[in-house]
């Protein structure tokens, strides 16, 4: 199982970006897909999550900024950045929870003018 994250790069303050998380092979059920991210000298820390119902929780510092969102049928999680700050500048990885968590390589999200 293999998990693809993709949409990352340099954005000036204020601006959006949009990652994707892309999950491949064989799969069971997947009951819970998000993000964490890990900012430079800092732990890595949860950003969001879904689960297959649609149920959504964030991070408080991302809240009225990023929406989260998932194509069950597709195995894929989304992540819409909006109001971007520089100290949402990190590495974003993305999981999926499926009785074991799964992760991918991280995309680097960098927010400076």
């Known amino acids: 199982v293999q998990l693809q994250a993709s949409g990352g790069g340099l954005v000036q303050p204020g601006g959006s970006l949009r990652l994707s998380c892309a999950t491949s092979?064989?799969?069971?059920?997947?009951?819970?897909m998000g993000w964490y991210r890990q900012g430079p000298g800092k732990q890595r820390e949860f950003v969001a999550d879904?689960?297959?119902?649609?149920?959504?929780n964030y991070a408080d510092s991302v809240k009225g900024r990023f929406t989260i969102s998932r194509d069950n049928a597709k195995n894929t999680v989304y992540l819409q950045m909006d109001s971007l700050k520089p100290e949402d500048t990190a590495v974003y990885y993305c999981?999926?929870?499926?009785?074991?968590?799964?992760w991918g390589e991280g995309t680097q999200v960098t927010v400076s003018s």
């Open positions: 092979g064989s799969i069971r059920s997947i009951y819970v």
């Open positions: 999981y999926a929870y499926s009785g074991k968590n799964y």
């Open positions: 879904v689960t297959t119902g649609g149920r959504t």
